[in-house]
C-alpha cells in the first residue's frame, strides 16, 4: 500500500516544487488541494490544476471565501498590489489575515480522512519573511496543535506538517523545479490577474530575479526580458 501525502497547490512555482519533491523524491502518493477564497483572480487556480494534471495528481478545490472581511490586498481591490519591493520586518500589504492557519486545518482534515503521513507546505521563510505564518516556529505550533486536535493525532498517526522549502532561497527552489522537471512556465506567480504575469508586483520581481540569477531569463516575465533586451 503506498504512502500518502497532501499538498497544498496555489498553482505558484513554490506549491508547485513542493508537489513534485513530495511525489518525485519522498516517493508520496500525493493528492493536492487548492483554494478558492476570494482571491483577485483564480488564474492560479487554473495553473494548479495543470499542474495536477502534469504529476497525475488527484486534486480537490475547496471554497473558503476569507475574502468576504478583505483585509488584504489579495482579496481586497481597494488596497494596491504593493510594486516597491519587500522591507524586512514589515508585513506586507498581500498577508492575508489567518490565511495559512485555514489552509491547513483543511489540509490536516483531509489527510486525516485519506490516511495520509503528510501535508506538503509551500511556504518560504526567506524570501517572505514578512509573513507571520511561513516561519519554521508557526508550523512547528501548528504540529502541536494538529497533534492534540486530530483523532489521527491521539493515536500517534496523525500527519507531520512538512515544508521543505522553508529555509531556501528563490534561486535554490528555481533550480530545484528545474531538476525535478515541473514545467514552470504553467505556474502562476503574480498577485494580479490578466493574460500574462505583470512582471512588477513583488511576487513577480522576486521570482524573475531569481530566474535570471539561475540561468532561464526566457522563464521570466515578459517585463523582465524586455528590460534585458531579450524581447
Request: charged share 20%; glycine share 10%; aromatic share 6%.
Amino acid at each position: 500500500m503506498s504512502k500518502k501525502a497532501v499538498v497544498l497547490l496555489s498553482g505558484g512555482l513554490d506549491s508547485s516544487t513542493t508537489a513534485a519533491i513530495a511525489q518525485l523524491e519522498d516517493g508520496f502518493d500525493v493528492t493536492a488541494l487548492s483554494f478558492r477564497y476570494g482571491q483577485r483572480h483564480t488564474i492560479e487556480l487554473e495553473q494548479a490544476q495543470k499542474i495536477a494534471q502534469h504529476f497525475g495528481l488527484k486534486h480537490f478545490v475547496v471554497d473558503v471565501n476569507i475574502a468576504q472581511w478583505g483585509g488584504s490586498a489579495l482579496t481586497d481591490e481597494s488596497i494596491d498590489v504593493p510594486t516597491h519591493g519587500t522591507e524586512d520586518g514589515t508585513i506586507p500589504p498581500t498577508y492575508v489575515p489567518g490565511r495559512n492557519t485555514v489552509f491547513i486545518s483543511i489540509g490536516l482534515s483531509l489527510a486525516e480522512a485519506i490516511e495520509a503521513e503528510r501535508v506538503y507546505l509551500g511556504i518560504n521563510a526567506v524570501d517572505y519573511s514578512g509573513y507571520p505564518d511561513c516561519r519554521p516556529e508557526y508550523l512547528s505550533a501548528f504540529q502541536t496543535l494538529a497533534d492534540l486536535a486530530t483523532k489521527a493525532g491521539l493515536e500517534g498517526k496523525g500527519a507531520k506538517l512538512h515544508a521543505p522549502l522553508v529555509l531556501m532561497t528563490k534561486v535554490d527552489i528555481v533550480k530545484k523545479a528545474l531538476e525535478l522537471g515541473v514545467p514552470i512556465d504553467q505556474t502562476w506567480s503574480c498577485y494580479q490577474g490578466g493574460s500574462e504575469p505583470c512582471g512588477v508586483c513583488d511576487s513577480c520581481r522576486i521570482r524573475d530575479k531569481a530566474l535570471i540569477e539561475a540561468g532561464r531569463p526566457d522563464l521570466a516575465t515578459k517585463h523582465a526580458q524586455r528590460e534585458l533586451g531579450l524581447l
